[in-house]
């Protein structure tokens, strides 16, 4: 009866996990396709798809972040009807933590 050398184990698991690394590489490198995000930046804007643009420079992505945040700024600034039927509304980022807020603190003191 021979005993394995815990070491001699320890080494063919690493050569198994390294090669099933390298084959699972080689899969998803073979059907990986880049997408839009990995569009190159400072390129001339004619170069890039008109609603990628916006990367061409700096300043044209300086400008589409600021509108962005303004954007997102104005939708948690503001009461919108999500489903009227249901009575679904959005409400300011603001007044939703108030009422959360209300609403655990009545919890609590239940």
Known sequence: MSDSNPRSVSW??????FAGFVVFYGLVSEFYHPSAAALPYNVAPEQLPADQAWRATPESRKAYRTELQKDQASQTAKY????????SIQLPLDRAMELTVRDL???AKR
């Open 12 to 17: 063919v698991t690493v050569v198994v996990v």
């Open 105 to 107: 603190n009545a919890r």
């Open 80 to 87: 919108v009807w999500i489903d009227q039927a249901k009575g």
